[in-house]
């Protein structure tokens, strides 16, 4: 038989609809890969193997009994570490939540569930989601498939992984400054941003609540489409959730497929043209606007002059909500507790608590962002980045009025050598320049591969309005129909 695990999550869903393939033997042939590869790799933190396979045998169960499947039931998925799973390890990366097994499942997961994919366990990630390589995870970093001695991006980078390493034919990320797209793009795999509010923050673990975005990870345009279709909708639980339904983004991404972009007008951000990229990644891109025009697309220069300052705005407002966030974790009520003993006061224990369970870069950004919120200063930092944010909208309402959607590189460099940067926060922190302003803006976006750099992948960064992720859609499969796939050399 075919090896499953090289599959996509369409043809993998195919084969276990029409019963040449049990959705237990799918499962089991990625349990094995994990198993194989993953000490290289380190994309997991906890695999569930026994939750898989009875999820797994339930699909079959009801293949049997003749019930019609949704279209990815069967395939196995992938799911970072922020987002809660009953009974079933969340650590957010993180000491200070260690072995917590959450009392319930996020929406996402429920969706997951409710539509027959096979949960497979819970994906690394830099701590409660702060980096931008994987490397702030607690519990060590996670590898890229194509070179194990780079990053795989952040801080998403174990769902990115475990694609691009075939442990898992889709994934679950989140997004607050790029942590989908980026690992996307250096790991030759799809990642999708969704429209804020257009999937469900319930039982997500917040990071910057104003930004946090969950949505699909894939190896292809049309798979993350599936996903973004079973886990994207309303949920009243969520304040935030956008009351509509989900764009056709699977219609819009079998339309591209075909390869015609005629009547579609794409928009090049002057601003990320320029200085601050590295030539191949320049080079890969110029050749992909090319590879659009080509598909009939017409490419106009757009300029955003405020998307300049999104990087200093993003880490004023991000650290400022994670600041609020995270003061729940205090050893009090669940997780971690330091120094209980009897004879200190709860303060002392607190302070404790944190100092243990806490990683390098949280503490940096609870730093930055109680500073920016304390008195004297609040007006001076975050109610100065909120105006930025509103200039960056305006900037994109302003670009959407002349495009259909506006297109980038997705990261100004390939993957990088792990530890080359963690000594220089600034320098990590510039991973996300490109991918940071639709987060502020809140619409949505999509990395997909555009080619290669020195044998490493290169990512081109879609940009669409709220609510029109149909439109990012469209254009990732038409490019993806024109370059093809980006296949990892074998681990």
């Not at 097994?101 to 429920?110: A, F, G, K, L, Q």
């Not at 701590?127 to 801080?155: C, K, L, Q, V």
């Not at 080619?451 to 859609?473: H, K, N």
Request: hydrophobic share 40%; glycine share 12%; aromatic share 8%.
């Amino acid at each position: 038989m075919t090896d499953l695990t090289r599959l996509n999550a369409v043809d993998l869903a195919g084969l276990v609809a029409n019963g040449d393939a049990s959705a237990v033997e799918v499962t089991r042939a990625h349990l094995d890969r994990i198993s194989a590869v993953d000490d290289r790799v380190h994309a997991f933190l906890h695999v569930d193997s026994d939750g898989a396979l009875a999820a797994a045998r339930a699909v079959d169960e009801r293949r049997a009994a003749g019930e019609e499947l949704g279209p990815l039931a069967g395939v196995p998925v992938a799911v970072k570490d922020v987002l809660t799973t009953k009974g079933v390890p969340t650590t957010v990366g993180s000491k200070i939540l260690e072995g917590w097994r959450p009392p319930y499942d996020s929406t996402i997961v429920e969706r997951l569930r409710a539509a027959g994919t096979v949960m497979l366990g819970k994906t690394n990630m830099d701590e409660f989601a702060m980096g931008s390589s994987t490397e702030y995870s607690a519990y060590g970093p996670t590898r890229n498939p194509w070179d194990t001695e780079r990053i795989p991006g952040g801080s998403g980078g174990g769902s990115a992984a475990a694609l691009a390493a075939y442990e898992a034919p889709l994934a679950i990320g989140s997004d607050t400054g790029g942590s989908i797209r980026q690992p996307g793009a250096v790991t030759g795999t799809v990642g999708a941003k969704p429209t804020y509010g257009g999937t469900s923050r319930y039982g997500l673990v917040a990071f910057s609540s104003s930004l946090d975005t969950p949505g699909p990870c894939a190896r292809t345009v049309l798979d993350a489409a599936l996903l973004h279709q079973v886990i994207g909708g309303h949920d009243p639980r969520d304040s935030t959730s956008i009351p509509a339904p989900v764009p056709d983004v699977v219609g819009a991404a079998k339309l591209g497929a075909s390869g015609d972009l005629t009547g579609v007008k794409l928009g090049v951000v002057t601003e990320f043209t320029g200085e601050g990229a590295e030539p191949g990644v320049m080079a890969a891109f110029r050749e992909s606007v090319e590879a659009l025009a080509k598909l009939g697309a017409e490419i106009v220069e757009i300029s955003c002059p405020h998307f300049k300052y999104a990087l200093p705005a993003y880490y004023l407002i991000a650290p400022s909500e994670c600041s609020s966030n995270l003061a729940r974790f205090d050893g009090v009520r669940f997780g971690l507790r330091v120094g209980d003993d009897g004879n200190r006061s709860l303060e002392e224990v607190m302070s404790l608590t944190r100092e243990a369970g806490f990683g390098p870069e949280v503490k940096r950004r609870i730093m930055i962002g109680t500073y920016a919120l304390s008195s004297g200063y609040y007006d001076a930092y975050y109610g100065q980045a909120q105006k930025v944010r509103t200039l960056i909208t305006r900037d994109f309402t302003s670009a959407f009025e002349q495009v259909d959607a506006l297109i980038s590189p997705t990261t100004p460099f390939v993957a990088f050598p792990i530890g080359a940067r963690t000594a220089d926060p600034y320098q990590m922190y510039l991973a996300d320049l490109f991918t940071i302003p639709t987060n502020l803006y809140g619409g949505p976006a999509i990395s997909v591969p555009c080619g290669l750099s020195d044998g490493l992948p290169v990512g081109l960064q879609i940009m669409a309005p709220t609510m029109a992720d149909d439109r990012m859609y469209r254009v990732a499969a038409a490019l993806e129909s024109s370059v093809g796939a980006f296949t990892p050399p074998a681990l």
